[in-house]
């Protein structure tokens, strides 16, 4: 009698599961069978054949989105709906029961299910960059008046006149100030008594601040003088020279960022685009001798001097010296100093990084161990150094302007390309059988811009490998100077210029008698011309917020 009441249990839970998922298979169909319909009614071209004209199109649309993801499965097997693709109607011709997904649905419903990071992804692609970039903190501008007296060597009948310049400018930030110091330079000319028109200079030193507020300590500063106004009057007989200078400064404070820029139909800029950071612990171990047992160590500075870096396929690597002061006492309670240069060396993978980028090294000394060994005349050390690398490389981007950014950046003026020859012949210290090989590049650059021209001077500097009569390898060094110009158009004085030069080819040549050389050098200049200005932009939120990561 129990197992028929079991089993009549069990049977009655069976009826009750599947009367459940009928109804739910239902449902499902039923909504499903909603969207179809909604395409239908989309598909409609005339508004009056349409059963529910209080409803838009979008709206349709949209709901049979949310159909199709709320039940992926059912979509799975149902090949026969389509959507409309970039905006157009269905056909009247078309028949429903053939029609499939487009790539549109499935692309929001991928976008829907992994939190919309393939549509953050595709902006970012697109239409933003992440950029290194000088954000405009504050600015101000303030008038200096320097009055001096000034006694002359001879007496004067007249000041001819008085030229005047800014020396030794110097800027530190201070939180919400800018403290400003220079020398104002002034050459005073003036007519004696005898008419005699002499010189004499006058070196004025001077300070002031001025308020920037969002200005801290580390920010960059850039200071503009413009001396307005120079009033000259002979006192006293006309041995004293009593002047008035007004001097306009103009100061500047940026911040360098990493920020997140659109791009659009702004001007063309020239950017540094972020490809890789990355940041790497290295310990630095040392020992060093102290001149006199010592007791105690009171102190040790260190810091990072001559830091460089060399960038590799997917790696930077880093030198440099931590150099350290090290205070201590003495068995008679002194206290001494020894100072000590400790060299290092390290990498960091940075993937994406190539050598023709640009890499920033910031090191940060965390912590210093140090223990007394062998009486006190040994001092063992440990320095913990951070490195944080970051690298960069030089692009071009038309920026889209807005107002919640002010930042400073170079726009493009122009550019062109220009090949020089360069033909020389030097005489070798020994005759030669062979020139194995030449090194050359191009050094000290300098650049001069003039109206719709740019000057150009250099040193093409060649270490010159070859073969003497005894079979012997020697090398000869050489520097050879040129000098050229590149037209750029719109380009003006003031303006920066930038150049990339490439030896493209040389060519040597032995001639008799053979310790005669004759070389040609083909050398290829790019010439950017820029100048510095300063646009708003709109604020860009990335995949790691408005400022990127890394900072």
């Known amino acids: 009698m129990f197992d028929l009441f079991i089993m009549a249990g069990m049977m009655m839970g069976f009826m009750l599961s599947s009367l459940y998922v009928y109804q739910q298979w239902l449902n499902t169909g039923k909504e499903i069978w909603n969207g179809v319909g909604a395409l239908k009614f989309l598909k409609s071209t005339n508004s009056d054949q349409r059963s529910s004209p209080a409803i838009t199109k979008e709206e349709l649309e949209r709901q049979y989105i949310d159909v199709m993801f709320n039940h992926d499965n059912k979509l799975q097997e149902l090949n026969t709906i389509q959507t409309f693709e970039r905006g157009e109607r269905l056909n009247d011709n078309d028949d429903v029961d053939q029609l499939r997904c487009t790539h549109d649905v499935v692309q929001v419903r991928q976008s829907l299910s992994e939190g919309g990071s393939n549509m953050v992804e595709i902006n970012q692609t697109n239409q933003i960059e992440l950029v290194k970039i000088p954000v405009v903190v504050g600015e101000n501008t303030t008038q200096q008046m320097l009055v001096t007296d000034l006694a002359l060597d001879y007496p004067a009948l007249k000041v001819r ?21 220079g020398i104002l330079h002034k050459q005073i000319f003036y007519v004696d008594l005898n008419n005699v028109v002499r010189h004499q200079p006058e070196d004025i030193p001077f300070s002031f601040f001025v308020d920037i507020p969002g200005a801290e300590p580390g920010m960059d500063v850039q200071i503009h003088p413009e001396i307005e106004h120079i009033k000259t009057e002979l006192i006293k007989d006309c041995t004293i020279i009593h002047q008035k200078v007004v001097i306009e400064f103009f100061v500047k404070v940026t911040d360098t960022q990493q920020i997140f820029v659109a791009i ?25 001798e102290l001149p006199v047992p010592a007791i105690k160590i009171v102190d040790i500075d260190a810091e990072v001097r001559d830091i460089t870096c060399d960038i590799i396929e997917d790696k930077v690597i880093i030198q440099g010296i931590v150099h350290k002061q090290v205070f201590y006492i003495d068995t008679e309670d002194i206290e001494r100093h020894v100072a000590e240069d400790v060299p290092f060396s390290t990498f960091v993978d940075v993937p994406g990084a190539e050598p023709i980028h640009t ?35 030089s692009v071009q981007l038309n920026l889209q302007l807005g107002e919640d950014i002010i930042v400073k950046v170079p726009e493009v003026i ?23 090989e030449i090194e050359a590049s191009v050094q000290k650059i300098h650049t001069t811009v003039i109206n719709n021209k740019v000057i150009i001077q250099g040193i093409v500097h060649k270490q010159i490998f070859f073969v003497d009569e005894e079979n012997i390898e020697r090398h000869l060094g050489e520097d050879v100077p040129f000098s050229t110009f590149v037209d750029v158009q719109h380009a003006q004085p003031g303006m920066d210029a930038d150049v990339d030069a490439i030896i493209e080819f040389v060519k040597p040549e032995l001639c008799p008698p053979s310790d005669m050389l004759t070389q ?32």
Do not use: W
């Open 161 to 181: 006149n008085v030229d005047a310049c800014i020396r030794d400018l110097t800027a530190t930030v201070i939180n919400n100030k800018v403290i400003v110091q």
């Open 264 to 288: 659009g139909a702004g001007p063309l800029t020239k950017l540094q685009r972020v490809i890789g950071e990355n940041s790497v612990q290295t310990l630095i171990p040392n020992e060093v």
């Open 359 to 393: 890499c920033q090294v910031h090191p940060t000394i965390e912590f210093i161990k140090r223990e007394l060994m062998d009486g006190g005349t040994l001092l063992l050390q440990e320095v913990v150094l951070e490195i944080f690398v970051k690298v960069t490389e």
């Open 414 to 436: 122009g550019e062109n390309v220009r090949q020089i020859l360069l033909e020389n012949i030097v005489q070798l210290p020994v005759p030669a059988i062979k020139i194995k």
């Open 520 to 551: 040609k050098v083909v050398i290829e200049l790019f010439v950017k011309v820029t100048e510095t200005t300063q646009l708003g932009i709109p604020e860009v939120i990335g995949p790691y917020g408005p400022y990127g990561a890394g900072l």
